[in-house]
C-alpha cells in the first residue's frame, strides 16, 4: 500500500513569490492535514480538510491557504512569502479524520527555503 | 486552546538505558495522547498512543503513562538500541480538535 506522497521534496523561493505544495493521502483515506514543522516551534497545525471541506484551521495569517479534491489529494498555497515561511511542511493522511484514536499517517515533507 | 510542553529537548543514553520523555498538557478535556516517532529525513509515525480511561499502556520495550489529575504523560523506552535514536513528540487531542504537539524531544542513543 503505497503511503501519503509529497510534492515538491525541496523547492527554494525568494520573498515575495508565492508556492503550491501537493499532497496524496493513502488511498481511501479521507482526511488530509498539514503543518508546518520548524526547530524553534515544532508541529504547528495549519488545516484539515475531509471530504473536499475545510474541517479545522491553525493559527496561521491568511497567506496560507489550501483545498482538497474530489480524489482527496490536497495541496496548500502560501503566498507573498517571507523569510520565516521556510520550513518543512508536512502532510498527514487518516482514514476517519482528525477524532480521538485516528492515526495520523505523515508523508516525508516539502522542505521549503525562502531567500 | 491546547498547549503541550515537552521535556527534555534533548537525551543521550548509554545503549541498553532507559530513556524517559515528559509532557504536561494545559485542557483537561483532552482525552487521547499520541506519542510519534521521527527520524532523520521521513516524516513522524505513530508508536504507541494512549486514552483518558486508561492509565498505562505497553508495547514491548515501549510504555506510556498518563496522570490525568497532574494532567502529564511520560513516553518510557527500556533496554534503549541505536535505532531508537529519533526525535519524539507527544500530542494531545479532544475530540474532533486537531492533535496539539510538543515540541519534540531528540534522543541519541550511545552505543
Known amino acids: 500500500k503505497a503511503g501519503v506522497t509529497q510534492t515538491p521534496r525541496y523547492l527554494i523561493k525568494t520573498r515575495g513569490q508565492q508556492v503550491t505544495l501537493s499532497c496524496s493521502p493513502i488511498?481511501?483515506?479521507?482526511?488530509v492535514s498539514w503543518y508546518q514543522q520548524t526547530p524553534g516551534q515544532g508541529l504547528q497545525f495549519l488545516f484539515e480538510?475531509?471530504?473536499?471541506?475545510?474541517?479545522n484551521k491553525g493559527n496561521f495569517p491568511g497567506r496560507f491557504s489550501g483545498r482538497q479534491f474530489s480524489n482527496s489529494r490536497s495541496e496548500m498555497n502560501v503566498s507573498t512569502l517571507e523569510l520565516g515561511d521556510s520550513a518543512l511542511y508536512l502532510c498527514a493522511s487518516s482514514l476517519s479524520g482528525q477524532v480521538v484514536g485516528g492515526e495520523l499517517f505523515f508523508g516525508e515533507g516539502s522542505r521549503l527555503t525562502v531567500l | 486552546g491546547e498547549n503541550v510542553e515537552q521535556h527534555p529537548s534533548t537525551l543521550s543514553v548509554q545503549e541498553g538505558d532507559s530513556a524517559v520523555i515528559k509532557c504536561t498538557y494545559s485542557?483537561?478535556?483532552?482525552?487521547?495522547f499520541p506519542w510519534y516517532k521521527q527520524e532523520l529525513g521521513k516524516g513522524p509515525q505513530l508508536i504507541i498512543d494512549?486514552?483518558?480511561?486508561?492509565g498505562e499502556k505497553k508495547d514491548q520495550r515501549i510504555a506510556v503513562t498518563l496522570n490525568k489529575t497532574a494532567k502529564h504523560f511520560s513516553l518510557h523506552i527500556t533496554e534503549t538500541q541505536p535505532e531508537d535514536s529519533a526525535v519524539y513528540f507527544c500530542a494531545a487531542s479532544m475530540g474532533n480538535t486537531p492533535l496539539v504537539f510538543g515540541k519534540g524531544t531528540r534522543l541519541s542513543v550511545i552505543a
Open positions: 485542557d483537561s478535556a483532552s482525552n487521547y
Open positions: 480538510y475531509f471530504s473536499e471541506t475545510q474541517r
Open positions: 494512549i486514552r483518558s480511561n486508561v
Open positions: 488511498s481511501g483515506h479521507r482526511s
